[in-house]
């Protein structure tokens, strides 16, 4: 036995304590130390006693604690998608998942022959029309894939080691959801009757993405951060319809609750939508001798309960104030999103925003 171990106290030399933070907090653990196995046997028989009697007193734990599959496999998918922070999966799975499974939803529009049918029930009556026609498609179509595809614009792993792929993905994107856009925006002069409140917010929509769409464009080679956040307001602005779509759910059940909502149709649209019998019992005055059905309005209940034509009443009258709505919460949602993770994209590194303090540590390694 060497110099250092005889000088040792007998206290520290048969028993001693450590700290594990492997696993969590610090704990700490008794051990015997094996300067006591050189020791007489009265001091050894005294260590056992001592050691069974603290066995006794306390459970068995485990050599290591269980294994959390799901956070494991939380953090290994994150990784592997680039994403360094522990929300940013959890955002992309959530609001691009929403994105993407509206655009599936959607997509059955794209069969020409079942898109009238697809649409709010007397919709078609304008958009049949030979200018609403093909900017309708048009803007069903390139809507569609640029909103799937642009999800996949947010993947830092693309960035990383598919900058060809980003930029041509990131083109094809911008290509899709501003023209798209801009088609969506003649439409809109009908779209569910063209009322005014809805025009307006469907042409402030269009305005909002393509300008950022083309901001974002502009700033691809000059400013990175700016290039993301214009970007992102892009894809967010766009998603308002979404949005809106569910609230429209929840608003017409309220109206219809409400039962004192009415919106204005043209006798055309009703009598397009309602058989002969139907009309001369509900609306009289459009099928009355000498009425004009193209330039004579009625009032039609808004109600969920009562027929396709009511239930298109109650979207009309209430698809405008979901608009805006949705487009406030869009709008202070990304900027409370861009203020939020301005300290994770500070600076470009390679292709991608990386914070700074993790960018000055890679360069020093």
Same mark, same amino acid.
């Given at each position: 036995?060497?110099?250092? !171990? ?8 048969? +028993? ?26 009265? +001091? ?19 050599? !290591? ?17 680039? =994403? ?17 499974? =509206?655009?599936?939803?959607? !997509? ?6 079942? +898109? ?22 048009? /803007?069903?179509?390139?809507? +569609?894939?640029? $909103? ?17 792929? /980003?930029?041509?993905?990131?083109? $094809?994107?911008? =290509? ?7 088609? $969506? ?96 019992? !509900? ?10 059905? %193209? ?5 039609? /209940? ?10 298109? %009443? ?5 698809? $405008? ?8 919460? /869009? ?19 390679? =292709? ?14």
């Amino acid at each position: 036995m060497s110099a250092a !171990s005889k000088s040792r106290p007998a206290s520290q030399a048969r +028993t001693g304590t450590t700290k594990s933070v492997l696993y969590g907090p610090e704990t700490e653990t008794s051990f015997i130390s094996p300067y006591a196995l050189g020791g007489d046997a009265e +001091t050894s028989e005294a260590l056992d006693s001592r050691s069974r009697a603290e066995l006794g007193r306390r459970p068995l734990e485990p050599s !290591s604690p269980p294994r959390d599959t799901l956070l494991n496999g939380y953090r290994s998918l994150s990784w592997l998608l680039g =994403f360094r922070q522990s929300y940013s999966l959890v955002n992309g799975v959530i609001w691009g998942g929403a994105l993407i499974g =509206f655009c599936l939803a959607r !997509s059955f529009t794209m069969n020409v022959s079942r +898109t009238p049918s697809l649409l709010v029930p007397g919709e078609w009556f304008w958009l049949s029309a030979p200018i609403y026609k093909v900017n309708i498609f048009i /803007h069903i179509y390139l809507t +569609t894939i640029g $909103g799937i595809f642009s999800v996949f614009q947010f993947f830092p792993a693309i960035r990383r080691k598919n900058v060809l792929l /980003h930029r041509l993905n990131g083109y $094809g994107v911008l =290509f899709c959801l501003v023209v798209g856009n801009i088609c $969506g925006a003649i439409v809109a002069r009908r779209s569910i009757g063209g009322e005014l409140n809805v025009q307006s917010a469907y042409y402030i929509l269009a305005i909002m993405v393509v300008y950022s769409g083309l901001l974002g464009a502009y700033y691809v080679k000059r400013d990175t951060r700016l290039h993301r956040r214009w970007m992102l307001r892009m894809v967010v602005y766009f998603s308002t319809i979404v949005t809106a779509r569910l609230i429209v759910l929840a608003a017409r059940e309220i109206v219809t609750m409400i039962g004192t909502y009415y919106s204005i149709w043209r006798c055309d649209e009703i009598i397009n939508l309602l058989e002969s019998p139907d009309v001369q019992n !509900s609306f009289p005055q459009c099928v009355a001798p000498g009425a004009n059905a %193209s330039a004579l309005w009625v009032a039609v /209940h808004a109600s969920t309960k009562r027929g396709p034509l009511y239930l298109a %009443s109650s979207v009309r009258a209430t698809l $405008g104030m979901c608009l805006w709505i949705a487009t406030l919460m /869009h709008m202070a949602g990304v900027e409370y999103y861009l203020y939020q993770t301005d300290a994770s994209n500070q600076v470009r590194f390679g =292709f991608v925003l990386e914070p700074l303090d993790w960018v000055e540590e890679d360069i020093k390694s």
